[in-house]
């Protein structure tokens, strides 16, 4: 499994990003995949996942009803839709992916992060 992040850049407040994460490898056949971000000097927090197979989805609670994660299975793909972007969803965005159906910091899979920046 190697994911690969792309999709990251700059954005005023109020826009929107879509993030995508490819498992370039083709190999992935797990149970979750889904988005967490690290701003600098903060700790990395979970964004949000997509079941893998059954295709729910979970978000913390500081993008509900603005991010929206969605895959494409068939090119092994995972999507980060976000919408109305605060300065404070600045970060590192990092695509994760793991055999259970939870998703956390000690996923199996990780891509190397790929830039947001909102400014004011």
């Known amino acids: 499994v190697q994911l690969v992040e792309s999709g990251g850049g700059l954005v005023q407040a109020g826009g929107r990003l879509r993030l995508s994460c490819e498992d370039s490898?083709?190999?992935?056949?797990?149970?979750?995949m889904g988005w967490f971000r690290q701003a600098p000097g903060r700790e990395r927090e979970f964004v949000g996942v997509?079941?893998?197979?059954?295709?729910?989805?979970d978000y913390a609670d500081s993008v509900k009803g603005r991010f929206h994660v969605f895959r494409d299975t068939a090119k092994y793909r995972v999507f980060l839709q976000m919408n109305n972007l605060k300065v404070e969803d600045s970060a590192v965005y990092y695509c994760?992916?793991?055999?259970?159906?939870?998703?956390?910091?000690?996923?199996?899979?990780w891509g190397l992060g790929t830039q947001v920046t909102v400014s004011s």
């Open positions: 997509i079941g893998w197979h059954s295709g729910t989805t």
């Open positions: 994760a992916a793991d055999d259970r159906e939870v998703l956390t910091l000690a996923a199996a899979y």
């Open positions: 490898g083709r190999t992935f056949s797990g149970n979750s």
